[in-house]
């Protein structure tokens, strides 16, 4: 009877384990092959077929639909140059270099993939709407006050995170170069 309690016991214990160990990969990310490069962090594999089982339950729970390899990459900062949390207090400073694509999108969401409901009902900038200098460089504020330029709105959240789409860019057919690849740089502006 002993026997048979120790082994129920050890049966419900790494159940219990096991689950919680789940359920903290499938928080916190797309699973293995994070690739990253300064605040960003990419999963490159997340929409092929090679995906991993962890990337696959984050996927099935959210009902998100990942790009392909073929049709581009997705990146997440959740911090900025310094590695500190996001904070929507703040105003932020993203500007070149973006690596090469066809066309690109930056968009303020909620951790979870939300988008942030703002005042001027704008969610996103893409490349095909950004104001450049002579030179062909750009900045992009990101801040709850409207800013003169390239503005892209966070209304009132208590928590947000960047997501750039690169697409049609040659980083998707050579996954081993975006860790050394020049991201946009995110720098802390001033706080409220």
């Known amino acids: 009877m002993i026997t048979f309690a120790k082994t129920l016991l050890a049966a419900i214990v790494g159940v219990a384990l096991g689950l919680t160990a ?3 990969a499938v928080e916190r990310g797309y699973g293995f092959g994070a ?10 594999k997340t929409g092929s077929r090679e995906a991993d089982p ?5 996927i099935a729970r959210s009902g998100e639909v990942p790009l392909g390899l073929a049709e ?15 904070d ?6 993203l500007s070149d270099p973006i690596p090469p694509a066809r066309y690109w999108t930056i968009t303020a969401m909620t951790p979870h993939g939300a988008l942030i409901d703002n005042a001027a009902g704008h969610f996103g900038l893409t490349s095909a709407e950004i104001v450049r200098d002579m030179r062909g460089k750009f900045e992009i504020t990101v801040s709850r006050q409207a800013r003169a330029g390239n503005w892209l709105p966070l209304g ?3 928590e947000f995170v960047l997501v750039l789409r690169l ?7 050579a996954s081993s170069s975006i860790g050394i690849t020049p991201m946009p740089q995110l720098k802390r502006g001033r706080c409220a």
């Open 22 to 24: 789940t359920w903290l």
């Open 35 to 44: 690739v990253s490069s300064g605040p960003w962090t990419g999963w490159p």
């Open 54 to 58: 962890y990337a696959r339950a984050v």
């Open 72 to 86: 581009g990459l997705s990146f997440m900062a959740r911090t900025d140059d310094t590695g500190a949390l996001l």
């Open 88 to 93: 929507p207090a703040c105003d932020y400073v």
């Open 156 to 158: 009132d959240t208590s």
């Open 167 to 173: 697409y049609d860019t040659p980083l998707s057919s």
